[in-house]
């Protein structure tokens, strides 16, 4: 008998078969000479990927001859039935679909909490099947915390070898983020919801979220911790980019997000969104190109995450805010007092420097208006002021600092107040309660 069977990745589904043959090197031709001296010999025979056997018809013809003469069984694993017609007429052609519920059993005897168990699982979709058994053993004498960052390191590194994607990692976790409480608030209680369980119980796949806001006051660093608090790869996909690679937009796009969704769950993160789908831009492509994003954003089912930022978003297109699009919208205002304390602190235990050895009320005091990449920046600047002059970081250098540094909200303070006005009825607010509105007067 002759079969072809069809399956997602060839080199597992023939693992166990007896009769399977090895590819001799890269050469197609010595390997169909090696197949057919085994079919020749009345031996079953077995190969992974044998659509990338046959350089042209002739070849497949021949062995077809020797198919016919012999009683053995010959099977072929294929990915694609990319096959001369000659061998797809007259085989048995079959479909075997593994999933990564055949992993169940090795996964469940891993000796970690359920936890980091349902995280692995979650977590090996995209690897070959013929690697994942190998690397659920290598992780096997690890802690739970390095099993997981094992996994995922291995994915980015997959991830990596599409040259349209960034794969963005940090170590910062949630405490990184000063301030920003209720946007803290919604991730950590989505953390979960991707899960069977979660859709089991109602919960519909999280689609993703906008955030909006002023320069700096950490819309990025949100979208890198975010991945770290759902233990996800974090991918970066950079439009401007694509508009570089001298091939149609629209096409590159949907490949990145076919390689995104072979991987997911995955974070992905588009910056600063506007740049490249405002309504300022011009083109039929730049068109086509937002209506299909906006119909994947809809309609996907495989757990992708989007996370977009936008520092103007008044030029955005009206139907990409359109409810169903983003699960929220979040507006991301200038640092409360509160909060700026609360950032003063992070910076300088950052840096190895104890925070109660400054008068920290009095610094966010002095920097109202400021972002938090500016008070991260008065920090850094204090300190190479205080090691050019071989002194001591102080509270008197930082203060020197803060009183020669302009923050961005005094030029961009027209920017600012556009925001705050769009962003009051439409937009929820990360910090909490605080009233969205301006800073500059009514």
Request: hydrophobic fraction near 40%; aromatic fraction near 8%.
């Amino acid at each position: 008998m002759f079969k072809i069977i069809l399956c997602n990745d060839p080199v597992f589904s023939i693992r166990n078969h007896p009769g399977k043959i090895e590819w001799r090197g890269n050469a197609s031709k010595d390997t169909l000479e090696t197949l057919i001296a085994i079919i020749k010999s009345g031996k079953n025979a077995a190969i992974a990927y044998a659509e990338h056997l046959f350089n042209n018809e002739v070849e497949a013809l021949n062995l077809f001859e020797v198919i016919l003469k012999s009683e053995a069984d010959i099977t072929f694993y294929c990915k694609e039935l990319n096959l001369p017609p000659v061998l797809i007429r007259y085989a048995v052609v079959e479909s075997e679909s593994a999933t990564i519920e055949n992993f169940n059993k090795e996964v469940e005897s891993l000796p970690f909490c359920e936890e980091t168990r349902k995280n692995i699982k979650e977590n090996l979709k995209g690897f070959p099947f013929s690697r994942i058994s190998q690397i659920l053993k290598n992780i096997s004498g690890f802690d739970d915390k390095k099993a997981v960052e094992t996994i995922l390191e291995s994915k980015r590194n997959l991830l990596r070898q599409n040259e349209i994607l960034e794969v963005v990692h940090i170590d910062d976790g949630i405490d990184q983020i000063g301030g920003l409480n209720e946007l803290k608030k919604w991730i950590v209680e989505r953390k979960g919801n991707f899960s069977k369980e979660a859709r089991d119980f109602g919960i519909p796949t999280p689609k993703g979220m906008l955030m909006l806001g002023v320069q700096g006051c950490g819309k990025s660093l949100t979208c890198k911790v975010t991945a770290n608090i759902w233990s996800f790869p974090l991918v970066r996909l950079d439009f401007i980019n694509l508009f570089r690679k001298g091939r149609s937009v629209e096409e590159l796009l949907k490949e990145a997000i076919t390689t995104i969704e072979g991987f997911a769950p995955v974070v992905l993160w588009i910056d600063e969104i506007e740049k490249a789908l405002s309504q300022d831009t011009e083109g039929s492509e730049i068109r086509r190109v937002l209506g299909w994003l906006m119909t994947w954003m809809q309609e996907k089912t495989e757990p992708v995450f989007l996370v977009a930022t936008a520092n103007k978003v008044s030029v955005l297109p009206p139907e990409l805010l359109r409810k169903g699009r983003f699960d929220e919208i979040f507006f991301v205002d200038l640092p409360s007092k509160t909060e700026r304390e609360e950032i003063f602190k992070i910076h300088l235990e950052k840096r190895s420097r104890l925070p109660q050895d400054f008068d920290i009320p009095k610094l966010a005091a002095d920097t109202e208006n400021f972002s938090g990449a500016e008070i991260e920046q008065i920090v850094v600047d204090a300190l190479i002021t205080a090691y050019s002059k071989k002194l001591q970081l102080t509270q008197k250098i930082v203060e020197e600092v803060v009183r020669r540094s302009v923050p961005l909200s005094v030029t961009y303070e027209e920017n600012i107040k556009e925001l705050r006005i769009w962003s009051r009825n439409r937009a929820r607010n990360a910090s909490g309660n605080r009233r969205i509105e301006s800073l500059f007067g009514k």
